[in-house]
T-cell receptor
């Protein structure tokens, strides 16, 4: 079946602008995760959704970052007033449910803030 | 919180040789340990995983071992092939936490020379 999809694949924005990144999880997966991968670095956890709820938002790096999930499916990650240090690849993953553990990743959105 | 250390950061082997990548973790409650392979510009792909009630798991040329007492786990690739060249990430998850997040190591760049 179809895997996790993300859009856009690339986004270039000017410092100070807002951006929205979208994630479509695998159909039927109730758990959804956002991670950030900076150049040459590992993956940094941002937020987790079970259904439409995010029990823990402490991974978001600042209050400029927010995320929502609607209908238990699509999620959007919004970054307000982007800064150059926000430049990274933003990866989304989904799993059947949190207790199934296996997370499958999307192709990511490469965000460049100029 | 959890901290995962991964070594080596780069590894170069000859085709046909074995490759071993090692990770240590800090949270003794972590109970799920996946390995991801990421080719340049591609999404991380789950290649093998192990749960804390198992000491070893094998899938064709790849195997993972887990030592809970020492809090370390390793990826073993035998009979390496050029297509094994990629960045490999280990990760740990504590399912008793609130967010089911994966904590990743910083990755190992594996190069298999023909």
């Amino acid at each position: 079946g179809a895997g996790v999809s993300q859009s856009p694949s690339n986004k270039v924005t000017e410092k100070g602008k807002d951006v929205e990144l979208r994630c479509d999880p695998i159909s039927g997966h109730t758990a959804l995760y956002w991670y950030r991968q900076s150049l040459g670095q590992g993956l940094e956890f941002l937020i987790y959704f079970q259904g439409n709820s995010a029990p823990d938002k402490s991974g978001l790096p600042s209050d400029r970052f927010s995320a929502e999930r609607t209908g238990g499916s699509v999620s959007t990650l919004t970054i307000q007033r982007t800064q150059q240090e926000d430049s990274a690849v933003y990866l989304c993953a989904s799993s059947l449910g949190p207790q199934t553990y296996e997370q499958y990743f999307g192709p990511g959105t490469r965000l460049t803030v100029t | 919180g959890e901290n995962v250390e991964q070594h080596p950061s780069t590894l170069s082997v000859q085709e046909g040789d074995s490759a071993v990548i090692k990770c240590t973790y800090s949270d003794s409650a972590s109970n799920y340990f996946p390995w991801y392979k990421q080719e340049l510009g591609k999404r991380p792909q789950l290649i093998i995983d192990i749960r804390s009630n198992v000491g070893e798991k094998k899938d064709q040329r790849i195997a993972v071992t887990l030592n809970k007492t020492a809090k370390h786990f390793s990826l073993h690739i035998t009979e390496t092939q050029p297509e094994d060249s990629a960045v490999y990430f280990c990760a740990a998850l504590n399912s008793g936490g609130s967010n089911y997040k994966l904590t990743f190591g910083k990755g190992t760049l594996l190069t298999v020379n023909p």
